[in-house]
């Protein structure tokens, strides 16, 4: 008898731990950035630029997404860097606003050396 409620109460801790990381892990600091390739050729050398931190994302080809958490020190946007098929730099501002420890999300699309649309939802908490 002491067995089988030792097996249920291992059971349940181990539900409630599995439950708390994933939680925790969904709700971290932290911006998720979704970054689609709606363009008809690969953008080369990706990087996203937020204050205090950069982040390579590499070449993304035509039709594909990047999706990547971005973590500021401060008041920041979202800076996209890329390489066109020209060989040129193009480096474009995602026209939002976040700050170290809010969470959220931003999805960009990007086409032709432009930002074609962007979704953001981004809070504090």
């Given at each position: 008898?002491?067995?089988k409620?030792?097996?249920?109460?291992?059971?349940?801790?181990?539900v409630?731990?599995?439950?708390?990381?994933?939680?925790?892990?969904?709700?971290?600091?932290?911006?998720?950035?979704?970054?689609?390739?709606a363009?008809?050729?690969?953008?080369?050398s990706?990087a996203?630029?937020?204050?205090?931190?950069?982040?390579?994302?590499?070449?993304?080809?035509s039709g594909?997404?990047a999706?990547?958490?971005v973590?500021?020190?401060?008041?920041?946007?979202?800076?996209?860097?890329?390489?066109?098929?020209?060989?040129?730099?193009?480096?474009?501002?995602?026209?939002?606003?976040?700050?170290?420890?809010?969470?959220?999300?931003?999805?960009?699309?990007?086409?032709?050396?432009?930002?074609?649309?962007?979704?953001?939802?981004?809070?504090?908490?």
């Open positions: 008898m002491a067995s409620n030792f097996f249920w109460v291992g059971t349940i801790l181990a409630l731990l599995v439950s708390v990381g994933i939680l925790a892990f969904q709700f971290r600091p932290g911006i998720r950035v979704t970054l689609h390739n363009g008809s050729s690969t953008i080369r990706v996203l630029h937020v204050t205090g931190s950069s982040t390579s994302l590499g070449d993304i080809h594909a997404e999706i990547t958490r973590r500021p020190t401060g008041e920041s946007s979202l800076e996209i860097e890329f390489v066109d098929q020209d060989g040129k730099s193009v480096r474009l501002d995602a026209n939002c606003y976040f700050e170290s420890g809010y969470r959220g999300t931003i999805q960009v699309l990007v086409k032709d050396r432009k930002i074609i649309k962007k979704q953001q939802d981004i809070n504090l908490w």
